[in-house]
T-cell receptor, first 114, second 113 residues
Framework: KAGVTQTPRYLIKTRGQQVTLSCSPISGHRSVSWYQQTPGQGLQFLFE???????NKGNFPGRFSGRQFSNSRSEMNVSTLELGDSALYLC?????????????FGPGTRLTVL | AQSVTQLGSHVSVSEGALVLLRCNYSSSVPPYLFWYVQYPNQGLQLLLK??????LVKGINGFEAEFKKSETSFHLTKPSAHMSDAAEYFCAVTVPVNNDMRFGAGTRLTVKP
């Protein structure tokens, strides 16, 4: 099976702009979770989508949003970018069926905000 | 909510020496525990996981971890370090009722020749 893919791999934006990141899960997986990774805060959970619905949400401002499509692909949007949004954004997919639901990660999108 | 604490942000070992990375968890219900490895500019790769059953779990690349309920620990070990093991390692916990995976702060492993 193909793994989790994320596009683009690298992005450079300026403050105030918005950005959209994309994640394609492993075939058959219905859950997609997003994480932000920074040197100072480590790995922080943003949100999880399952069957096109947001099922869990972390503690991030409303500028961070996401959605999931019927084919389970997910997008994450960040509006009004701030310098502190510079990070590696990781997407993970899983079956979402509960139980020991292992998450499989993509390579990440490195966002730099200037 | 569940959480994990990784003891030691940096661990340095010599090639061929024992690797021991420490992880303690907190959970009000029986947890599922994971170790992931991250190489520079890459995503996280699953090393091993504990769900139920045998408490000693073997993973890829010669790593193993033991679930100790009495100590609330899930330490990662490898008998003999290899240069290619140099990376950052994350312990993570989740519980059966949700998919909310919580990660530790990570431990950067350095392997000296």
């Amino acid at each position: 099976k193909a793994g989790v893919t994320q596009t683009p791999r690298y992005l450079i934006k300026t403050r105030g702009q918005q950005v959209t990141l994309s994640c394609s899960p492993i075939s058959g997986h219905r859950s997609v979770s997003w994480y932000q990774q920074t040197p100072g805060q480590g790995l922080q959970f943003l949100f999880e989508y399952f069957s096109e619905t947001q099922r869990n949400k972390g503690n991030f401002p409303g500028r961070f949003s996401g959605r999931q499509f019927s084919n389970s692909r997910s997008e994450m949007n960040v509006s009004t970018l701030e310098l502190g949004d510079s990070a590696l954004y990781l997407c993970a997919s899983s079956s979402g069926q509960g139980g020991p639901d292992t998450q499989y990660f993509g390579p990440g999108t490195r966002l730099t905000v200037l | 909510a569940q959480s994990v604490t990784q003891l030691g942000s940096h661990v340095s070992v010599s090639e061929g020496a024992l690797v021991l990375l420490r992880c303690n968890y907190s959970s009000s219900v029986p947890p599922y525990l994971f170790w992931y490895v991250q190489y520079p500019n890459q995503g996280l790769q699953l090393l091993l996981k504990y769900t139920t059953g045998a408490t000693l779990v073997k993973g890829i690349n010669g790593f193993e971890a033991e679930f100790k309920k009495s100590e609330t620990s899930f330490h990662l070990t490898k008998p003999s370090a290899h240069m290619s093991d140099a990376a950052e390692y994350f312990c993570a916990v989740t519980v059966p009722v949700n998919n909310d995976m919580r990660f530790g702060a990570g431990t950067r492993l350095t392997v000296k020749p």
